[in-house]
């Protein structure tokens, strides 16, 4: 019973581990242009192929 109880208690410390290094490491990438700017897409040469 105390093995089951052990061995769960290291799962959750290493799942909640992970969950905090991913926060802590993950470094969110900066927008690059204006996302509010909307363009038509380029014209196609043969449409229909």
Do not use: C
């Not at 969950?19 to 449409?47: F, M």
């Amino acid at each position: 019973m105390l093995r089951s109880y052990l061995l769960r208690a290291l799962v959750a410390i290493a799942i909640i581990g992970g969950g905090i290094y991913v926060i802590i490491k993950d470094e969110p990438a900066v927008p690059t242009g204006d996302i509010n700017q909307i363009q038509p897409l380029p014209e196609q040469d043969d449409p229909d192929r």
